[in-house]
Nanobody
């Protein structure tokens, strides 16, 4: 069984900062990409940022220059540092990991796993 545990959401004023953290645990063999997605009310879930094991990053245009993603492979942790937050960043943020498990079908084929989501609210 694999779990992604998120923390760090909350309420912040526009222009402020928050840091999200996510740690993967369970019968994990290897983690490929890790990332953050978000879903605002009435909108589809969208990719915010992701990062490969080697540290290559990818960002949504809307967050470039304001958000920074990083990971600690040994700790199976991914962080999202969010700065210069805007009201339009308000959403539920979900951690994602594309990984292989030690048992079952996931040994040979990686699957997507998701955290439970953490609310980020930016007030104007």
């Amino acid at each position: 069984q694999v779990q992604l545990m998120e923390s760090g959401g909350g309420l912040v004023q526009a222009g402020g900062s928050l840091r999200l953290s996510c740690t993967a645990s369970g019968h994990i063999s290897r983690i490929n990409s890790m990332g953050w997605y978000r879903q605002a009310p009435g909108k589809q879930r969208e990719m915010v940022a992701d990062i490969t094991p080697g540290g290559n990053t990818n960002y949504a245009d809307s967050v470039k220059g304001r958000f920074t993603i990083s990971r600690d492979n040994a700790k199976k942790t991914v962080l999202l540092q969010m700065s210069s937050l805007k009201p339009e960043d308000t959403a539920v943020y979900y951690c994602n990991a594309f990984l292989y498990t030690m048992y079952g079908s996931g040994q040979n084929t990686p699957f997507d796993y998701w955290g439970q989501g953490t609310q980020v609210t930016v007030s104007s």
